[in-house]
């Protein structure tokens, strides 16, 4: 089996499962207490990876905020902030998107096969644009990264990208926070789509921290061998 980097998908979502809301802007789902811990978590990691979708409706940073985790990141040798990182099945990203423009670090694409030459087109410029083949190879991808030096991959979203590693069986650990509060519109993107799942009632995950934070409460939990 190819190597690959360890797998940590990080999401926040309301008491009812949703990721954001239709509003136009982005949903804060956390508080100052937990964006400090995922600074603290990207830090510690080698590449941040978001979906196509996240970088058009969001228009995320993917940066480590803290200027003292900087500073011990390039004392470590590494690049202030991690690489960035993101699938697309259909191109069409802005390279003037943050996710693109902000941070001295490679950004890498992996596109599938029909949209490679237009991502290309599109952000080879500011990016490293890869086909990732048609559906999309993730074990060739993460096996990819790990080849550029990635050990520890953080997922952030959305809801397709953590749809595709949960039920490919690719993640190695969850922080999954709960904000104090319901959205209950069917219209808001969920914390995942239906898919077949490898952890099910009779294979639960196990919980390895409970930990509050003001009024969100981080649960941190480790997928069941398989």
Do not use: W
């Amino acid at each position: 089996m190819a190597e690959r980097p360890y797998v940590l998908l990080s999401v926040a979502m309301s008491i009812d499962g949703y990721i954001d809301d239709t509003s136009a802007a982005p949903l804060a789902l956390s508080n100052e207490a937990d964006f400090d811990r995922v600074d603290h978590e990207r830090a510690g990691c080698d590449a941040i990876l978001v979906g196509a979708g996240t970088i058009r409706a969001d228009d995320p940073r993917l940066l480590v905020r803290s200027a003292d985790r900087r500073a011990d990141r390039v004392r470590r040798g590494l690049t202030e902030t991690p690489l960035k990182v993101t699938f697309t099945t259909a191109g069409g990203l802005d390279p003037g998107a943050r996710f693109f423009t902000l941070g001295d670090v490679e950004k890498v694409v992996y596109a599938t096969s029909p949209a490679a030459a237009r991502t290309k087109d599109a952000v080879g410029a500011v990016a490293t644009v890869v086909d990732a083949g048609d559906p999309l190879d993730l074990p060739g991808v993460l096996a990819d990264l790990s080849a550029r030096r990635v050990h520890r991959l953080m997922v952030e979203g959305g809801t397709s990208i953590h749809t595709l590693f949960l039920s490919t069986g690719l993640v190695d650990e969850i922080h999954l926070v709960i904000a104090p509060f319901l959205i209950g519109d069917p219209s808001a993107p969920r914390f995942t789509a239906p898919a077949s799942f490898p952890q099910t009632p009779t294979t639960p995950m196990r919980l390895a921290e409970a930990r509050p934070l003001g009024d969100v409460v981080l649960l941190r939990y480790l997928p069941s061998p398989p």
